[in-house]
């Protein structure tokens, strides 16, 4: 890909771009926990763990340590930053498929 | 640190998209109950139930199969008990993989149904004494069958669910046609009309989400 200086490249890296496209299913403020999104995504836990910090670092993702009961669990969201990164991430990748229509693409 | 392989970009946008779409999809299958299992118990449930009542307490006072007066309508409960329990439990394990709003509103929606069913079955339960059977029955089935019904329309309107609402009102107006049909047509349409409505419904759901 030539045109990658416009790709963000926090979710341009393949990984990543997994992460936030399984979240991005979620409604704003809903929240998956940390076991079911690595089974869903099929990474090890320490591969996500690493992917969510580099993402937590850009504000893409929030993650959140609590309990249920007396089991600690960890839950994790996107946040608008994230959202809104995809959604941008999205329409790149539409307009370098097709170029011509990146005018009237305004979703 | 090290660069592994998924560090790597895809080297076309194409791809990048269907990669995108693929794992939306795979989180949807994992959050949200499989249709199949939150409708199916209760089409089955339905078609046992009310079929039945249908061939105990038949149109005109029939009797097609002479099971003991107060067996229908008690394997009808315990079907309904059951389905519930299937539904409840499916619907509760999707639950608690998330958290927030979306799962405060299943647990809501979920607690609904139990609720409602169980004050409306108590209050039938009075009658027990009160009329002749047939009657009783319908009493019953067209009761519990109209706040299905409405319960799934009140669905609809929480999740802004389209198919949700069609399947509420089909529910309610084969419900209607049933009770001016009168005493054992009811069941027979309910457990068709009703019950296979929730078997399609269950069905198609599934098919849409593969």
């Known amino acids: 890909m030539t045109d990658s200086t416009e790709l963000d490249p926090v979710i341009h890296a393949q990984a990543r771009l997994r992460v936030v496209s399984a979240l991005s299913v979620l409604r704003e403020d809903d929240r998956v926990t940390f076991p079911r999104l690595q089974e869903s995504l099929r990474m090890t836990a320490g591969n996500l763990s690493v992917h969510l910090r580099k993402l937590e670092d850009a504000g893409y993702v929030e993650v959140t340590k609590t309990h249920q009961g007396r089991t600690p669990a960890t839950f994790v969201r996107l946040t608008r930053r994230g959202r809104l990164a995809f959604e941008q991430y999205q329409d790149a990748l539409r307009a370098l498929l097709n170029p011509s229509s990146r005018l009237e693409e305004m979703p | ?210």
């Open chain 2, 1 to 210: 640190m090290e660069p592994n392989d998924d560090d790597e970009p895809l080297g076309n946008p194409a791809d990048s998209l269907a990669l995108i779409a693929r794992e939306r999809a795979n989180l949807v299958r994992d959050i949200v109950p499989d249709p199949r299992w939150m409708y199916w118990p209760w089409g089955i449930a339905w078609l046992f139930g009310f079929g039945l009542l249908f061939l105990r307490f038949g149109p005109g006072g029939r009797v097609f199969v002479d099971l003991p007066a107060w067996l229908p309508l008690t394997l009808l409960s315990l079907s309904f008990m059951a389905a519930g329990a299937v539904t409840g439990a499916v619907g509760a394990r999707s639950a608690l993989q998330t958290r927030g709003p979306s799962s405060r509103q299943g647990l809501m929606y979920g607690l609904t149904w139990g609720i409602s069913f169980f004050g409306m079955s108590l209050l039938f339960a009075q009658f027990g004494d009160a009329m002749p059977d047939d009657k009783l029955s319908l009493l019953w089935a067209g009761g519990l069958v109209a706040l299905a019904g409405a319960l799934h329309m009140a669905g609809a309107a929480i999740w802004n669910d389209r198919p949700l609402f069609v399947l509420g009102a089909w529910t309610s107006v084969t419900n209607v046609a049933g009770i001016v049909a009168g005493p054992g047509w009811h069941s027979l349409i309910v457990a068709i009309a009703g019950g296979g409505g929730m078997l399609l419904f269950g069905l198609l759901g599934w098919l849409r989400r593969r």
